[in-house]
């Protein structure tokens, strides 16, 4: 399944514009043109384009100028040069300044059309990287209780067909994660994955986001945007809190789903699509469908299989693998020294409730990494961090947690509170204290500050 590209082309020549703007769009991509470099740096300015192809002989700026100013203003759209005057002095000039290939006139079609395919196969493979770099370890399944081996035997089943996938779990158990496991186990594992919070995105707004705009169609679209089913054409796209979406727009999104071609805002012809659509949500569909809060006709359409996330609370077998994972995770992040769960930390975290699921467990576990004195985080430190601990545990909290306030104002006092305990564990010697707590000893001193710690008042004798 190709993917759709955006080029700009640049000649002085119109004959060799109008030829090579058919061919692209004879093979489904889409072509904007100009005749000189100055007009091309202003439509880069103000326009986005997935490749660049560009004569190197014109007259005023040339296509080597072109790249050079590219190259100055940091421009990453890739660039192939064109030349019926091409030597080997001028392709490696070229080569050096950035240009992607070097091509020679005449142009063979096919030819450029396969340069065309690498370069966009290249720019995707860089953007995967990228992606991977940023995320890695952030998307990963972990697991291996039964509830988790039932979830990855269905994925791996759904994800082999085309069947419309609806996720449902609570907040944080992970509903983003077993869409991007679908897509990568799924034949379309090679092209985009692309997602959007319905409830994140003003009910304004989602339509632009969703099918994209030309430049002009309302105020503030300086430039033509691609929604996000053409970013996902060949891919997977992944609608969470699709419960959230407005009705009107559930209206569109069916007719999209109906038809395999979206509208832009502001477009007058549709652009047919590819794309695999799972979705998600916290709520309950079927009694929004009741409550006229969703359309019943989108309803039958993306419930096709339902998966259902267990909350945390249900894995109980899970959490040694998961603080694990979690702790490693934070710990290579931030280089800092790993930390190791007591057995009765770990049977401390379990017997909490979990509301954030997933998610909150690896903020927790963040948390008790950076302020954890020792070697291993016990289960008094644990303790310390959970909050709204009686409601949950039944037991004893601390004064930070256990007191009223928001979290940050729970988060500073368990920090004041770990702070006091280091200084006066190591006796007022501030060194082995920022040792301690993997601080430099101007950022304790600010910290101390920041908590109200006077740090002289304490040394007086009572």
Not at 245 to 254: E, F, G, S
Not at 275 to 289: I, K, P, Q, S
Request: glycine fraction near 6%; hydrophobic fraction near 40%.
């Amino acid at each position: 399944m190709p993917r759709k590209a955006h080029l700009l082309l640049v000649d002085d020549d119109p004959n060799t514009l109008a030829s090579l703007s058919r061919a692209f769009r004879l093979a489904g991509h889409e072509a904007t043109v100009c005749d000189n470099a100055t007009r091309a740096l202003e439509l880069l300015r103000t326009e986005n384009f997935d490749l660049i192809l560009s004569d190197v002989v014109m007259p005023g700026k040339n296509g080597l100028e072109l790249l050079a100013d590219l190259k100055t203003a940091r421009v990453k759209t890739p660039i192939v040069l064109i030349s019926g005057q091409a030597n080997i002095e001028m392709a490696v000039k070229a080569t050096k300044l950035g240009a992607l290939d070097f091509l020679e006139k005449p142009l063979s079609t096919d030819k450029l059309l396969v340069t065309v395919e690498n370069a966009l196969r290249l720019t995707r493979l860089e953007d995967e990287n990228r992606e991977l770099r940023q995320r890695l370890g952030k998307h990963e399944l972990v697991g291996s209780g039964p509830a988790m081996e039932k979830l990855m035997a269905q994925i791996e089943r759904v994800a082999a067909s085309e069947t419309r996938v609806c996720i449902l779990g609570e907040t944080g158990t992970g509903k983003e994660l077993v869409a991007r496991a679908i897509h990568e186990k799924s034949p379309r594992c090679e092209h985009p994955f692309i997602t959007l919070n319905c409830a994140a995105v003003p009910a304004e707004l989602i339509e632009s986001e969703l099918f994209g705009h030309e430049k002009g169609a309302f105020t503030g679209a300086a430039v033509r945007h691609l929604g996000k089913f053409e970013q996902a054409d060949g891919g997977t796209l992944f609608l969470d809190e699709i419960g959230d979406m407005p009705v009107v727009m559930q209206a569109k999104l069916l007719r999209v789903l109906e038809e395999g071609e979206v509208e832009r805002v502001g477009g007058d012809k549709p652009t047919k699509v590819n794309v695999r659509v799972v979705v998600a949500t916290h709520r309950n569909l079927e009694e929004l469908v009741k409550q006229n809060a969703f359309r019943p006709d989108l309803f039958h359409r993306i419930y096709v299989f339902p998966l259902a996330l267990p909350p945390l609370r249900e894995r109980p077998e899970d959490f040694p693998e998961l603080v694990t994972h979690f702790a490693r995770q934070v710990a290579a992040q931030n280089g800092w020294k790993e930390k190791a769960f007591a057995e009765d930390a770990i049977a401390e975290l379990r017997k909490y409730g979990w509301p954030g699921n997933v998610r909150e467990l690896r903020n927790v576990v963040e948390r008790l990494v950076l302020l954890a004195s020792g070697e291993a985080i016990s289960a008094a430190e644990v303790r310390l961090v959970l909050p709204s601990s009686d409601s949950v545990r039944g037991g004893p909290t601390s004064s930070a947690t256990g007191s009223a306030g928001t979290l940050a104002e729970r988060t500073e006092a368990f920090e004041r509170e770990v702070m006091l305990a280091e200084i006066r564990r190591h006796n007022f010697h501030m060194t082995n204290v920022a040792r301690a707590l993997g601080l430099e000893r101007s950022h304790l001193y600010k910290k101390c500050q920041q908590l109200g710690i006077d740090l002289q008042s304490l040394r007086k004798p009572e």
